[in-house]
């Protein structure tokens, strides 16, 4: 009777749920796991917890007011999400961004790239047991953002990038501020190294676990990093490049086994040649400094400003809000393309000029605005998971009539199951933490 009942015993298995109230699980997904004792038998990923009808909201918003909600997609790298809607709109509209814009453009992508790889790794080494490491890369990422938040106003939801060019120009100080910043994430990255390369216990919790074969990436749809992991070289930076990628120096790192050793180091070399970047985009822009505002005549606000101009009396120079600062009128032609009816005028404009006014009204009212020809787009960045693209469709109306979000998160996320079959309960944590999985992106 005894050995009938141990074979019965060994036959039956446990159904656990792991998430959404789960720290590692980031509070979006839920796990259910079937166990024989501690390894994985089979699972079931539920995403959605976050799921706010990003597509349907955007189509109910004009093209411009849109904007923000790119900002709650990946929530940690914000601006590449700017980045990758303006391109689209872009090259629906047909519109030339200044050489300036760009540039800036790829150096705060690839400030938020950094921070998007920071994060990944200190949330994975954290829950694999490495707590220095997380407080190593958040002291990093602060450095980052704090030089964002400067240009912007935001450390986060930055809604920087503007159709057509970025907002304002860097804040005054921004290249010396960001190469020491740059210099305080090398060190950082330097001791990072050297806690986790040879860590035998970081080892025992990456090295060979989760396991993904290039052809199956493939199949998955994967991107980005976990897709490079593998050892297929692709960038949409390199494969379709975009901006002003094309002319400037840097490497596709590689894995080789597509574990999750791999997926750390890729990202640890990205970030590596990201600050490359950082550096050829800040020799640009101090080779080619941007105009600075007018002083001629006297400063005045807003409100004088206004006054004047009831009186037909010529003015000075308008003292913008903080928050409009390096937006001024003398600057705009390296930051906006030439395009009236798709770009905002100059505050100064608005302020002062009866046309500068009913074009500052046309521009934001609803059934008017910016109005793109009848047409589909695709355009596609490489965010901090992998290819971030944007399906757009006009009917030639002030909002879309249809906008679809090419999510990197999807398709890396929809691979779990199969990793983590036959793994240990515990390899689960490295293993999710690993794929960067941010709910803005995934359930969208």
Not at 136 to 149: C, N, P, S
Not at 272 to 278: I, K, P
Not at 354 to 383: C, D, K, T, W
Request: glycine residues 10%.
């Amino acid at each position: 009777m005894t050995g009938r009942f141990e074979r019965q015993a060994r036959r039956e298995s446990l159904l656990l749920n792991m998430g959404p109230s789960h720290p590692a699980m980031h509070g979006t997904i839920r796990i259910m796991l079937e166990l024989d004792g501690e390894r994985v038998l089979s699972s079931e990923v539920e995403i959605g917890y976050l799921h706010r009808g990003f597509e349907k909201t955007c189509e109910s918003r004009t093209f411009f007011n849109l904007l923000i909600y790119t900002d709650r997609l990946n929530y940690v790298s914000p601006l590449i999400n700017n980045v990758g809607y303006a391109l689209a709109m872009e090259k629906l509209i047909g519109l030339a961004v200044p050489e300036r814009a760009q540039m800036i453009r790829v150096l705060m992508s690839e400030l938020s790239r950094v921070s998007d790889h920071l994060t990944c790794l200190a949330a994975m080494a954290m829950e694999s047991g490495a707590f220095t490491v997380f407080l190593y890369h958040m002291k990093a990422r602060e450095y980052f953002w704090d030089l964002i938040e400067r240009t912007t106003g935001a450390r986060m939801t930055t809604s920087y990038v503007r159709i057509g060019g970025v907002r304002a120009d860097l804040h005054e100080g921004f290249a010396a501020q960001a190469r020491a910043a740059v210099r305080e994430v090398r060190k950082v990255l330097k001791d990072v190294h050297g806690l986790l390369d040879r860590n035998p216990i970081f080892l025992a919790r990456t090295k060979g676990i989760a396991v993904m074969s290039r052809e199956n990436a493939v199949a998955y749809g994967w991107t980005g990093p976990c897709l490079r992991s593998t050892g297929v070289a692709y960038d949409v930076r390199k494969a379709r490049p975009y901006l002003v990628y094309d002319r400037l120096a840097f490497d596709v790192p590689v894995g080789e086994t597509g574990d999750n050793y791999d997926r750390y180091v890729v990202r640890m070399r990205e970030m590596e040649q990201s600050l490359r970047l950082v550096e050829q985009c800040l020799g640009w822009l101090e080779k080619n400094s941007g105009p600075a505002a007018s002083a001629e005549g006297p400063e005045l606000s807003p409100a004088e400003a206004i006054r004047l101009a009831r009186r037909r009396k010529p003015g000075g120079r308008i003292a913008l809000s903080p928050n409009l600062e390096g937006s001024e009128r003398d600057r705009r032609d390296g930051l906006y393309a030439r395009a009236h009816g798709f770009v905002p005028p100059p505050k100064e404009e608005a302020y002062t000029t009866m046309a500068g006014l009913i074009n500052h009204f046309q521009f934001f009212m609803a059934g008017h605005g910016l109005r793109p020809p009848r047409g589909e787009v695709y355009a596609s960045v490489e965010g901090g998971n992998g290819e971030l693209g944007y399906y757009i469709v006009s009917d030639g109306g002030d909002r879309p009539y249809r906008l679809h979000l090419r999510a990197p998160c999807l398709h890396i996320v929809s691979a779990l199951e199969d990793l983590i079959r036959g793994r240990m309960v515990a390899d689960i944590i490295p293993t999710f933490g690993s794929m960067n999985m941010i709910g803005g992106e995934l359930d969208r």
